[in-house]
């Protein structure tokens, strides 16, 4: 078997990706002298949320996904952020390659949830490494990557923030029901309203009783 180490050097937002994207910069090292042919390589990122600090208003955001902060330890059970493959050329000893991971930036997504109530400090990520490799002095051995190759990553929130911001300035995404969009379709129109932000304003200020904190903060 191929013994093989993992680990990231850095992670940025992608300026020119068509979708908010990460690239993390990882570096793969062989055992001395031997020759790795290619690597086909099975990324699975998660969240680890017990391992940073939140602060109050985090905690607030946060109750959705992990219930009442009394009960966080049990419920900060990590969560599933991304799995991507890649493809790393050749190399003897050590080589450094990107891994190229679209966020996803719905709100109905836990990791999306996650990451927006964040307002600083780090992200705690996981890369969980498996897959194959082709490797020997002459011809290729072909033997798997073990599952328990990994790599610790401390991602800077305001990172993730960058990728969203540079596609989506401002904004988040919520996923409705087709129908729900119809009605709210036809509830625009009659009311000649311009956008979805005065539509969706109008609305809140026609149930202050239902939420008035909300009412308050976002249509005053």
């Known amino acids: 078997m191929t013994e093989l180490g993992f680990a990231c050097t850095g992670v940025r937002a992608d300026a020119y990706a068509a979708m908010p994207t990460l690239v993390f910069r990882l570096r793969i090292t062989a055992a001395p002298g031997v020759r790795v042919h290619a690597l086909a390589l099975r990324c ?3 969240i680890e949320p017990a391992r940073r600090p939140y602060g109050e208003a985090e905690g607030v955001k946060l109750a959705d996904l992990f ?3 009394s009960r966080w330890g049990t419920t900060l059970n990590p969560i599933q952020f991304a799995q991507v493959s890649l493809m790393v050329p050749g190399f003897e000893g050590e080589t450094e390659t990107d891994l ?8 109905e997504v836990a ?6 109530a964040l307002e600083g400090g780090e992200v705690p990520l996981l890369l969980l490494f498996s897959g194959t490799a082709f490797a020997g002095p002459g011809g290729f051995q072909v033997s798997p990557v073990p599952w328990d190759k990994e790599a610790v990553v401390r991602m800077p929130v ?3 923030q960058e990728a969203i911001e540079q596609h989506f300035p401002g904004c988040g995404w919520l996923r409705l029901p087709g129908e729900l969009i119809d009605a709210l379709l036809a509830y625009r129109s009659r009311r000649a309203l311009p956008s979805w932000e005065a539509t969706m304003r109008e609305l809140l200020s026609l149930a202050p ?10 249509v005053l």
């Open 44 to 46: 699975q990122l998660r």
């Open 67 to 69: 219930g009442e902060r």
């Open 100 to 107: 190229v991971v679209p966020c996803s930036y719905d709100l």
């Open 111 to 116: 990791a999306g949830r996650y990451l927006r």
């Open 158 to 160: 305001r990172v993730w």
């Open 209 to 218: 009783a239902v939420a008035p904190d909300l009412i308050e903060e976002v």
